[in-house]
Each structure stands twice: as C-alpha cells, then as structure tokens.
C-alpha cells in the first residue's frame, strides 16, 4: 500500500524557526491577554430601564363607559387593567376610531 506524504522542509537555521514561533505564540497569547482586560460592559439597572422607558411614553385622555376621565402614560398598563388592546386605544387616541367598548377620547 502507497500512502500518500507531505514533505516539509527542514530549515537551515532551527533555532531561529524556534524562535520565530514562539514570538507568534507569544504575540497570540498578548492578543488574548488584551482582550480578557478589556472592562466589561456596563450594565443598566431595572430602575433605570423603567424610567427610561416611562420619560418615552406619551400622555393619553379617555373617557370611560361611566364618563369619568381617566389620564396615563402608555396604553400598556392601561389596557391591562380594562381588558382593552392597545391598537385599539391608539386608534380611538389618533380619531380613527370613535368607541371602543364604551371607552372614548377625551
């Protein structure tokens, strides 16, 4: 059976080759070094999240089936608590829609 070889070739100088892959050794091994002390990301707290996210919400008026104003901001929570949806209460908001079960805009 024939198998089927790679030559490689032996360099005059073996101590230099040694040398040279050890600094490519040594400069991956830097490489690797710079990126574990890079500082971590900084993480945003739940706090901060919610008020980012609440100074984004925009301000809605409606009236309930009862006819007492009710103000928030966000349809979200609002939605949630009547059991209505939230494309819904835009719509009525931006007058595309005029009731949505008894609710209307202020």
Same mark, same amino acid.
Request: charged fraction near 35%; glycine fraction near 6%; proline fraction near 4%.
């Given at each position: 059976?024939?198998?089927? &070889?790679?030559?490689?070739?032996?360099?005059?100088?073996?101590?230099?080759?040694?040398?040279?892959?050890?600094?490519?050794?040594?400069?991956? %091994?830097?490489?690797?070094? %710079?990126?574990?002390?890079?500082?971590?990301?900084?993480?945003?707290?739940?706090?901060? $999240?919610?008020?980012?996210?609440?100074? %984004? $919400?925009?301000?809605?008026?409606?009236?309930?089936?009862?006819?007492?104003?009710?103000?928030?901001?966000?349809?979200? #929570?609002?939605? #949630?608590?009547?059991?209505?949806?939230?494309? #819904?209460?835009?719509?009525?908001?931006? &007058? $595309?829609?005029?009731?949505?079960?008894?609710?209307?805009?202020?």
């Amino acid at each position: 059976m024939i198998g089927i &070889g790679y030559f490689i070739p032996v360099p005059n100088d073996v101590e230099k080759a040694n040398r040279e892959v050890c600094e490519m050794i040594d400069a991956a %091994k830097d490489v690797l070094r %710079k990126e574990s002390e890079r500082p971590a990301r900084r993480t945003v707290s739940d706090e901060t $999240k919610r008020r980012q996210s609440a100074s %984004k $919400k925009k301000f809605f008026r409606f009236l309930n089936p009862a006819g007492e104003l009710v103000e928030t901001y966000g349809l979200k #929570e609002l939605s #949630e608590q009547f059991g209505l949806t939230c494309s #819904e209460l835009s719509r009525l908001h931006s &007058g $595309k829609i005029h009731r949505h079960h008894g609710w209307k805009k202020a």
